[in-house]
């Protein structure tokens, strides 16, 4: 929250879910309709300070003890970036792989 109210205009707030971020806009709507008394929450305060992450690679000194790692592995080419629709494969070739109980109870509540 800080950090975006440093680099844009206007106010900024954050609310960690969807309750907070209710009071949250009733309290912007009373100060928007001008209630008295009516204010934003104060911004809260970063628990964490920041640090300077150095973006210069470092590297290890001459004679310094490498890992047995190899580095020299190739990369595999996927075989299409984006999505495919794939059409032709019956219901009873892939029914047995769907979890049935993050289906209708996950998603569809």
Do not use: C
């Not at 309750?19 to 806009?25: H, I, K, S, T």
């Not at 495919?84 to 993050?102: F, H, M």
């Amino acid at each position: 929250e800080q950090d975006l109210h440093e680099i844009y205009q206007g106010e900024v707030r954050y609310a960690r879910d969807a309750f907070e971020g209710l009071r949250l806009m009733d309290a912007l709507i009373a100060v928007k309709r001008g209630v008295p008394g009516a204010t934003l929450p104060e911004l809260k305060q970063r628990r964490v300070k920041t640090t300077a992450h150095s973006a210069v690679e470092q590297r290890p000194e001459e004679g310094a003890a490498r890992s047995d790692v190899a580095i020299d592995n190739p990369v595999p080419e996927p075989p299409f970036f984006g999505t495919r629709v794939v059409k032709g494969i019956q219901l009873k070739e892939y029914a047995s792989w769907l979890d049935e109980g993050a289906l209708f109870k996950g998603q569809w509540g």
